[in-house]
């Protein structure tokens, strides 16, 4: 079953095109890298996903809701479809503690002990139980990236986005964050998307590759053919430039 | 000073009037104040111009022709004491300066921060209530700090209105006794007695949230 379907999905800004004839497919519990060149839509499209970012025309259809339809309770969407930042979005005025247990209090209602220790085992399988009554202006972009995971995973959600989740953080914090997503795809059933431009990372842990420029998907392949073999000049191009740095 | 003796109960009665004017007014108009801030950065085109309108309209008329608009105007319909109509007026008129300081404390916010907690799940007025606003009035704290002082030496408009208040009672003192200037000082320093600890403990809890940030 598809768990994100774009059907010929357009989005301007003004008069930008934005997202152009997007058509894809993702099926549950399928992990997708999406990377292009900078300005290409990659971010703009994963924010479609949940709502941040409104499509023109076409029908986007998430977790059986379309979203393009007025009459769509979007935080249902949301309960069920996490989103990784790359500038964290943490709550600055909460504790680590608290930016995971207050959506699951909130939107969930889940039980108070209970969503005590899901906290704690997330903090933990992200390493940062240490860190539980830290306030985020205390930590380091790596770990409030992680924490940012951990308060997605709280959620408990059926699908995870990450948009360019290592862009703002310093080189050495970037393998941590990378080792916790692995995990994820490994032992979760999630459907994951990630905007990202570590290839290696892609390489490692995608099931298929998205390829997109100026605001078209242009390549949709299996990360091994995309990597062996891309097909499109754009994208070879685009390979080349990134494995050279 | 037995000018201040032989009037202290009346003093003491402009006085209450004064604090408690002042006491309903500051709340009346945080509250008031909060929700047109709100209402300025939604994304409804409705909200946002109602709020405006409502700031414009507070914001750019005196105090003293609002204040005899409910005294005169209003009273007619809806019966009231000078004390109530000048009250309203005074929350009416600070809530609008109120509204200004909270919206520019809530759009020093980062919007990320609103962001996270919509894709977290939560509702335009969870995310606001619990991560925006709190962030939001520390931010306004020094700027709300100046409008509530001038809420409390503002409520000497209901002596306009027979509002019994501190100004009121003064007035009549002056005007009995002929010691006009005596009298003014008094009365400038209850209002002291008000103003004074407000703005110390404004400056308190300015120091108080920059340490903690």
Do not use: C, W
């Not at chain 1, 309770?73 to 504790?95: C, E, S």
């Not at chain 1, 459907?191 to 420029?213: G, N, P, Q």
Request: no cysteine.
């Amino acid at each position: 079953m598809s768990m994100i379907e774009f059907k010929d999905v357009q989005k301007y800004y003004g008069d930008f095109h934005a997202l152009h004839d997007v058509n894809l497919k993702i099926d549950a519990g399928e992990t997708v890298v999406l990377i292009g060149p900078s300005g290409s839509g990659k971010s703009t499209l994963i924010r479609t996903i949940n709502g941040l970012e409104e499509i023109e025309e076409g029908q986007l259809l998430v977790d059986g809701f379309d979203l393009h339809d007025p009459k769509t309770d979007i935080n249902k969407i949301r309960k069920n479809v996490g989103m990784v930042f790359q500038h964290f979005n943490l709550y600055n005025n909460k504790t680590v503690l608290e930016n995971i247990m207050l959506a699951p209090r909130l939107v969930l209602h889940r039980d108070e002990a209970e969503n005590k220790r899901i906290a704690m085992e997330l903090l933990e399988q992200v390493g940062l139980a240490d860190k539980a009554n830290s306030m985020p202006a205390a930590l380091s972009g790596g770990q409030k990236q992680r924490v940012a995971i951990a308060r997605s995973l709280a959620m408990k959600p059926k699908a995870l986005l990450f948009d360019e989740p290592t862009s703002a953080l310093d080189p050495e914090m970037i393998g941590d964050v990378l080792d916790v997503m692995r995990d994820i795809a490994r032992d979760s059933d999630m459907t994951l998307l990630v905007v990202t431009h570590e290839m290696s990372f892609a390489k490692a842990v995608a099931d298929r590759v998205i390829f997109m420029a100026d605001g078209r998907i242009l390549e949709d392949s299996s990360t091994e053919a995309f990597f062996e073999n891309p097909t499109e000049p754009r994208a070879k191009k685009f390979l080349s430039q990134v494995e050279h740095h | 000073m037995s000018l201040f003796e032989q009037n202290f109960s009346v003093f003491l009665q402009g006085f209450g009037h004064t604090l408690l004017a002042s006491i309903f007014a500051l709340v009346g108009s945080l509250i008031l104040g909060t929700i047109f801030a709100i209402m300025q950065v939604t994304n409804s085109r409705t909200a946002r111009s109602i709020g405006n309108i409502y700031v414009q309209v507070f914001r750019n008329i005196p105090l003293l022709i609002i204040t005899l608009f409910f005294y005169l105007a209003v009273a007619k319909v809806i019966k009231m004491t000078g004390f109530t109509a000048g009250t309203i007026a005074l929350t009416l008129y600070t809530s609008a300066f109120i509204a200004e300081s909270v919206r520019a404390g809530i759009l020093s916010i980062e919007a990320g921060q609103m962001e996270g907690a919509r894709a977290n799940g939560l509702t335009f007025g969870q995310a606001m209530r619990v991560i925006i606003l709190p962030q939001a009035f520390k931010v306004a704290i020094p700027s709300l700090g100046n409008q509530f002082i001038n809420l409390v030496k503002n409520s000497s408009i209901l002596a306009f209105v027979g509002g019994l208040d501190l100004m009121y009672q003064g007035n009549i003192v002056a005007a009995n006794s002929f010691d006009t200037f005596t009298t003014y000082i008094i009365i400038g320093l209850f209002y002291l007695v008000i103003t004074l600890p407000l703005s110390y403990y404004i400056q308190h809890l300015e120091h108080k949230l920059k340490k903690n940030a």
